[in-house]
């Protein structure tokens, strides 16, 4: 058979998105809201529990923090800005520690239909955003009830949500192209992810530390940066800022050089990888 | 949908000169840790494996194309290609028309949501939009008659309605092209009848399918063409019948092998030997393929390296479980005067017979004696290995010549007519 050029349409194999982007949303929207109907629908008190296990964890932390050390006393809004930094961080590790293993958990699928395979990370990053919607409304209750007044900085609240989640979809199309080779990567992640627990302002507030030095460091990592400015922005305008506690805005160049990388090494990885992946599971 | 077979419309599917390899690591590196330590290894890699080697063919419009092989043979990975699941490493694959896969029904299925969820969730799966699988979802409930169940989550159904559910969403999902992979080997007798109702349909409505499969019965009944694939190249593509037969034959004629190779057990002074031995059909033709209830032979070559009186030749036929099913020897020849023969000469040794052994493999196990059956020159057990072939399966080891009657005995009939 001599190779026409037209012959019809080619079929190059899988890809990350394959040139199919309605398809691309079509699927990544019905897996996340079928992902997220399980959670919500698959025990009776299914929300609760995805409700319950942030507000428990501050729960906890409120009362180690305001009975027991006495650490936050003179932070403003202590409980809102502990709520919400564990809401935030909860997204993160969420989103990121499912998205790990997700492309082995969907090997049925990944093996057996042709679909853009960048669906599959993007659909934790989607239902752990669902997740963080709902959250997200009770720290706007909580924060209102505790004397939180709105305010013109509450604009920049969806800016830093929206580069929270591309922080969370860089890593996790990371994380789950490179567990189908590494296996131990789940294991590291976990250990980092307490790394970042503890790296980020999440369980404490920044002006706990003394060092000037460390509370600069801090700032680098992109979600300390990030969960830094949502306090100033929602909580308090009187905070310091992320910029202010980095030592100039210029410095933010790095966390926000960083958070680049990591969505554009994450796309460029998994889209090399994306072909071979169903021969590699 | 319109569908003509004219010269100049395209082809609905090619496939041009495809290769594929996959790499087996020899030692399955799962970790960082493990990469790290076999770097420092000598010898560690991986070997290739090449699932398709330069597969090349075009499917019409409207045509019914089966792929058949044997396990291994690569003709999973070659669907895979075309759906696009696997990269191929080298040459191209074109379609025209939407494309649907089907390599296993349900796929996606969650057995914790409702079969109205997982009807819409699958069709997206295989390519519709969230709007069209919403449109269809009646009719997919109708055609697997569960309107009583739509609600019921799926992991409380049973798995007939299981296998309903998935073959009614592959069929409405509507592709010009549909590549499926053994999904007839699922479901009872009464589903697969639906099946082949349903692909029957199709096939008047013009769609072009292309199917995988092991079942020949489907491949003759179905396709307007088939290709055969053995070890990931193209064997024959035409016509079904005759690939189906080839297909028979490569299955179950592999390991018979070279005969002249196959040294084996062997006992006896040596004084004649049986140098080879095979099987005929009734064209007289050799065959390692023996069909059910045709006439057929046995026949072996006898080389004498002393000389010898009235040797007597014999063969035993088993079956694979080692019952004697038939033995036939030359002691009926003239009270058993077989002749004399000087070292160096040969015979034939040839036993005709109606093939009345039920299906299944057979062997063959032929000897010589002489000295009036004192002393044994050469006995070569399970020499020679053949395949009856036949629909007819009775139960019985084999199918004796017979007639069967049921009649009403005496006066039963009148009181109870």
Known sequence: MSAQPALGRPIRGPSALGGEFGRFVHLTRTLAVSDFKLRFFGSALGYFWQLMRPLLLFGVLYLVFTQAIKLGASVKFLPVVLLTSIVLYTFFAESTAQAVTAVVDREQLVRKIQFPRLVIPTTTVVTASFNLGLNFLVILIFALASGVEPHRSWLQVPIILILLMALAFGTATLLSALFVRFRDVKPIWDVLLQVFLYGSPVIYAIETIDSPEAREILMLNPLGALLQQMRHALIDPTAPSAAAVAGGWERLLIPGGILVAVVVVGYWYFNREAPRIAEEL | ?417
């Not at chain 2, 109205?116 to 979802?137: K, Q």
């Not at chain 2, 080839?246 to 005969?259: A, K, T």
């Open chain 2, 1 to 417: 949908m319109a569908v003509g077979t004219s010269p100049e419309q395209l082809p609905a599917v090619v496939v041009d000169n495809v290769s594929k390899q996959f790499r087996v690591p020899r030692e399955r590196m799962h970790t960082i840790k493990e990469r790290a330590l076999n770097a420092l290894k000598p010898g560690a890699g991986h070997d290739t494996f090449e699932a398709l080697r330069d597969v090349s063919f075009s499917v019409q419009p409207g045509e019914f194309f089966g792929i058949v092989g044997r396990n291994g043979s690569g003709k999973s990975t070659l669907l895979k290609c075309m759906a696009g699941i696997y990269r191929v490493d080298g040459g191209q694959i074109y379609v025209n028309g939407s494309l649907s896969t089907f390599i296993e029904l349900g796929v996606g299925f969650n057995p914790d949501l409702a079969a109205r969820d997982n009807v819409v969730l699958n069709a997206i799966m295989l390519g519709l939009s969230p709007r069209e699988a919403r449109d269809r979802f009646d009719r997919v409930i109708e055609f697997a008659e569960l309107e009583d169940f739509v609600d019921l989550k799926l992991k409380n159904y049973s798995s007939g309605m299981h296998v309903r559910l998935a073959f009614s969403v592959m069929i409405q999902a509507d592709a010009d092209i549909l590549l499926i992979d053994e999904v007839l080997a699922v479901g009872d007798a009464s589903f697969q009848q639906k099946c082949f109702d349903v692909f029957q349909g199709l096939k008047d409505a013009g769609k072009t399918m292309l199917f995988v499969t092991h079942d020949m019965g489907a491949v003759q009944r179905f396709c307007d063409r088939a290709l055969l694939i053995e070890s990931g190249e193209v064997k024959t593509i035409g016509d079904p019948q005759r690939v189906g037969n080839q297909y028979v034959e490569l299955n179950f004629g592999r390991d018979i092998g070279d005969q002249a190779a196959d040294e084996g057990e062997r006992y006896g002074s040596q004084g004649a030997q049986v140098v080879e031995a095979w099987f005929e059909d009734e064209h007289g033709q050799r065959t390692t393929t023996l069909p059910q209830g045709k006439p057929c032979a046995f026949r072996a070559r006898v080389e004498f390296r002393e000389h010898m009186e009235h040797p007597a030749v014999a063969v035993l036929i088993e079956n694979d479980r080692h019952h004697p099913l038939f033995a036939a020897s030359t002691d009926v020849i003239n009270n058993g005067d077989t002749g004399v023969y000087q070292a160096g000469e040969s015979a034939v040794f040839t036993v005709s017979f109606e093939n009345a052994i039920t299906p299944g493999r057979i062997y063959a196990s032929p000897w010589i004696v002489h000295r009036r059956g004192t002393e044994l020159a050469d006995r070569r057990p399970r020499m020679l290995s053949a395949l009856v072939a036949g629909a007819h399966v009775s139960g019985g080891l084999v199918d004796l010549p017979h007639d069967v009657a049921l009649e009403r005995s005496g006066a039963g009939a009148q009181v109870h007519a």
